[in-house]
């Protein structure tokens, strides 16, 4: 039995417009994002891994350009996970999930590849979901205070 698996095609709109700006390095469209992503650096320092958090710029067919709350290097491979704009069925929250690498960084700007990716599933988007992530996230303070601040103290102005 001859068994044949097709490889996944790039079906993304190319980008041939010629720009005033010869650092243009776009080939494929991109659409403007505003969310939160996050991130752990794989296969940095001595097996350990590190996290963060950015604020999404920009994502194409096999880019992503964000912002992170970190330095990050070119060449470093990443985990990111960040919430997915469009709904499953209209209810089900999606998050889209990919590793990529840093291929550069131009000040706080940070652009990634888009390697193996996935979506899942993060639930549906009910009032009373986004009442109780607000109440934990209120919190979280509270609970885990930071380093040199006394406990009860975090939010009291």
Not at 31 to 47: A, D, V, W
Not at 130 to 144: F, K, P
Request: hydrophobic share 35%; with cysteine.
């Amino acid at each position: 039995m001859n068994l044949s698996i097709r490889q996944q095609r790039d079906t993304a709109l190319r980008t041939y417009e010629s720009t005033s700006d010869s650092k243009e390095r776009r080939r494929r469209l991109r659409f403007p994002l505003t969310t939160e992503l996050r991130y752990q650096i794989s296969g940095h320092g001595k097996g350990e891994s590190s996290r963060g958090t950015g604020q999404v710029q920009d994502i194409s067919s096999k880019g992503l350009a964000f912002r992170p709350d970190g330095p990050l290097e070119p060449g470093w491979r990443l985990s990111v996970s960040m919430a997915w704009p469009a709904k499953l069925d209209n209810h089900c929250m999606l998050r889209f999930v990919f590793e990529g690498r840093v291929l550069r960084t131009d000040g706080s700007l940070v652009v990634l590849t888009i390697d193996r990716h996935e979506f899942r599933t993060a639930g549906k988007s009910t009032a009373a979901a986004r009442e109780e992530i607000a109440h934990v996230a209120s919190r979280i303070g509270t609970l885990y205070p930071s380093k040199g601040v006394a406990p009860g103290v975090v939010g009291k102005a």
